[in-house]
């Protein structure tokens, strides 16, 4: 796939998740990513805190948009897995 095709298949997947949650917040639901008291974690530098927020993820209600957002991702935990790559890695 070309660097071109990626951010567009990439933007898409966001878009969707975005809509979801959307959705989601119309039905009154909130998602633990979203919390102020645990979002830092998804994203923090310590793989433990990130380990912690995989298991937020549990019966999410946009697990699977959040997971086709997280294949382009190299940083973070996203759909209870941490994309967390070691630098200089690639990808699999």
């Known amino acids: ?22 959705n989601a917040a119309v039905r009154g639901q909130r998602q633990r990513c979203g919390d102020s008291e645990v979002s830092w974690m998804f994203l923090d530098e310590n793989p433990r805190h990130r380990a912690i927020a995989a298991t ?24 209870s897995k941490d994309r967390t790559r070691a630098p200089g890695k690639k990808a699999a």
Do not use: I, K
Not at 56 to 79: H, I, L, M, P
């Open 1 to 22: 796939m070309t660097t071109t095709a990626t951010r567009v298949c990439a933007t898409e997947a966001s878009a969707q998740l975005t809509q979801a949650l959307v």
């Open 56 to 79: 937020y993820c549990n019966g999410c209600v946009v697990w699977s948009e959040c997971d086709a957002v997280g294949r382009y991702q190299t940083f973070g935990t996203y759909a």
